[in-house]
């Protein structure tokens, strides 16, 4: 099997747990994760129901080795000093942007070299996007969303690749569908 990798971009929110718990409802409400005992990939006598609560959903084996492709395989944001852990985001830093990218303050301009940032596999990654004036508040309304500030996540590549056993256990090991 492979691995995925993903991003989202959701308007700014002063508080990153907010943005984060925002964008996993949505996904999970809207069905826009893998699937896979559900998809139309499986014969339709064979498919199961989506899931209709998060619990529900991380119950199936094939979930806990395979994950959802998805910011859903995101439990908890951590802090600047905390080590990746499975399942964990963390927020670039200015000096992590300042050292990598040349700039405190990162634009949707900067995105396409987001990849250089330090990465690895079932662990996201995510920034503030300033907007062209270097704010991070929302701009009024009119102005084009592409130039708006907003929160950038990331996580990737994420997959079977790993084989599920590690990813398993930590699902079992209750961690809380989202941060609280």
Do not use: N
């Amino acid at each position: 099997m492979g691995a995925s990798g993903w991003d989202y971009t959701v308007p700014y929110q002063e508080d990153l747990v907010g943005a984060f718990d925002a964008l996993r409802r949505k996904v999970f409400e809207e069905r826009e994760y893998y699937w896979g005992p559900g998809g139309d990939w499986c014969p339709e006598e064979e498919r199961l129901p989506w899931p209709e609560t998060e619990e529900e959903l991380w119950e199936h084996e094939l979930v806990q080795q395979d994950g959802t492709h998805s910011i859903l395989d995101i439990f908890r944001i951590i802090g600047p000093d905390e080590k990746p852990d499975y399942s964990t985001m963390k927020q670039v830093t200015e000096e992590e942007a300042l050292r990598v990218l040349g700039a405190r303050k990162l634009t949707r301009a900067h995105v396409p070299r987001f990849g250089e940032f330090d990465h690895w596999r079932w662990y996201g990654r995510c920034a503030v996007l300033h907007d062209d004036r270097g704010s991070r508040r929302r701009s009024a309304s009119g102005v084009s969303p592409e130039t708006e500030s907003a929160q950038w996540i990331r996580c990737g590549p994420v997959g079977a690749a790993m084989d599920g056993g590690e990813r398993g256990r930590h699902v079992r090991q209750g961690l809380p569908a989202a941060p609280s």
